[in-house]
C-alpha cells in the first residue's frame, strides 16, 4: 500500500507468520530489523523507550516522514526487531496506512515494498514489476506522495544522530521549533 513516503509492505507485527514473509518476499536479511507503522506517540510508546528529546522529534514530526529508533520495550513481542534491542517507530501521514492499524490497534511493519537493496517502488505498478507476485492484494492508490523513504533518527544514544537520510532533511531536525526559544 502506498505510504507518505514510497509504497510499504505491510504486515501486523504481533503476527509471527506474515512478518517473517515480509522477510522473505523481500529477500531480507533476517538479522535486519523491519521499521514499523504506528497509529501515535501513545502506541509507540507502548513499543520502544522515548525520551524528552526523542518525544519533542515526534511531536514535530509525527504523522510524517521520519523513523524515530528507539530501545525495544521489553513487552513488546514480534519478529520485526530481528531480536534486536531496538525498533524503528514511524506514525505516516497517510489515511490508508491508519485506517489498516486503527481497528487492530497493532503496529504494521513498514518497509519499502521492492526486493532488498532493489530501486525503490512509487507506484503500485513497480511493487508488481518486482514483488507483485509474492503478495496479496496491492492497494493501488496513485502514486506515493514523497517518492523518498523517510529520514531515520537513531534516539537510543545521549543525543539523537541521524542514520539515514531521507525526506526530512538535516537542517529541519535541528532547526529550532518556533516557540521554543523565549
Known amino acids: ?20 514473509r515480509v ?13 514499523l507503522f504506528v497509529s501515535d506517540l501513545a502506541m509507540a510508546e507502548r513499543i520502544g523507550g522515548f ?9 514535530r514530526f509525527w504523522p510524517g516522514q521520519l523513523t524515530l529508533v528507539a530501545t ?15 525498533v524503528g517507530l514511524r506514525v505516516p501521514d497517510n489515511a490508508v496506512v491508519l485506517a489498516v492499524i486503527a481497528p487492530t490497534g497493532d503496529a504494521v511493519t513498514g518497509t519499502s515494498a521492492n526486493v532488498s537493496g532493489g530501486p525503490d517502488t512509487v507506484s ?3 511493487v508488481r514489476r518486482q514483488i ?22 537513531e534516539c537510543t544514544g ?23 526559544n523565549g
Open 51 to 59: 525520551d524528552e528529546s526523542s518525544r519533542r522529534l515526534a511531536s
Open 124 to 126: 503500485a505498478e513497480e
Open 1 to 20: 500500500m502506498p505510504s507518505d513516503t514510497l509504497y510499504a509492505l505491510c504486515a501486523a507485527a504481533s503476527d509471527a507468520p506474515a512478518v517473517q
Open 158 to 180: 545521549e543525543s539523537p544522530r541521524i542514520i539515514r537520510r531521507g525526506v526530512v532533511s538535516l537542517e529541519c531536525i535541528e532547526a529550532e521549533p518556533a516557540g521554543e
Open 23 to 35: 522477510f522473505d518476499i523481500k529477500g531480507r536479511d533476517r538479522g535486519r530489523p523491519l521499521p
Open 72 to 86: 525495544r520495550q521489553p513487552g513488546f513481542e514480534s519478529e520485526a526487531p530481528a531480536g534486536g534491542e531496538t
Open 132 to 153: 507483485g507476485g509474492h503478495v496479496d492484494p496491492i492497494r493501488d492508490a496513485g502514486p506515493a506522495r514523497a517518492g523518498v523513504a523517510s529520514t531515520i533518527v
